[in-house]
C-alpha cells in the first residue's frame, strides 16, 4: 500500500484540534435528544441536504424526537412533516421523500434500514454519501468512508491524491489511507473543512497540519 507520509500525526493533531467542536447530528451515535438509529441517522442525512448543521439538527430533534421510525412517520400527513422540518432546505421536497423512504423502508425491507449500500442507494433520494453515511454512523459497520464536499476538497489540497469527484476519492483514498483511520476520516474531515480548510479562503495561518500540506490549488487564504 502507498502510504501518506506523517499520517499518525496529521491525525492526532486533527483530533487534538477538533474536539472542541460538536459533530454534526447525522454522525453521532448516540446523544440525549434523540435515540440514534440505522433510520434516524438516514432521515437526518436527507434533512441535512443543502441545509446548516444547526438548521438540521434542530429539525431532526422536532422530527425524530417523537416520530422516530418509518411506522410512526408513514402515518404522518405531509403538512405535518413539513411544518416540523420547516426551515431546512427544499423542505417540502423533503417532507415527500421522508413519507415515500419510511413507505418503501415498511413495503420492501419489514420496516428495516437495509444493512447494504447497493439497496440503501436503490432508496429515492439515497446517494452514495448518505448511504456510506447510514452504513458507518447508523448501522456502525466498519469498512466506509462517507465522502462529501469537504472530505473530497482536502485530501486533493493536502497532495495526497488527485481526483475529480467524491467517488474517484473514496476510491483513493482506501488505497493509501490505513484501515484504522477510516471510522474517523468523515467526521474529522467535515469539521475540518468547516472550521479551517475553509473552501474558498482556507484559514492556513492557524492550520494544526500547515507543514504537512502541499496546498494544491489553494490561491488565497487567510
Ligand atoms: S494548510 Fe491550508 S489548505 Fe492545507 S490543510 Fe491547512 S488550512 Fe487546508
Known sequence: MQSIEHIDEIFRLLKKELEQYRLPIVSRVEGKEIIHTP???????????????????????????????PEKLIQLPEEKIQSLIYPVGFYRTKAKRIKEISKTILDNYSGEVPKNTDELLKLKGVGRTTANIVMEYGHKEQGFIPIDVHCHRIPNRLGWIKTENPEQTENALKKILPEKYWGDFNHLFVLFGKTICA??????????IQQYCKQIAVTKNR
Not at 42 to 68: F, G, H, P, Q
Not at 199 to 208: E, N
Open 199 to 208: 473552501p474558498v479562503s482556507p484559514f492556513c495561518s492557524r492550520c494544526p
Open 39 to 69: 433510520f434516524t441517522t438516514l432521515m437526518s442525512c436527507i434533512l441535512s441536504l443543502r441545509t446548516k448543521d444547526e438548521v438540521t439538527e434542530l429539525a431532526s430533534i422536532r422530527l425524530l424526537k417523537k416520530y422516530n421510525t
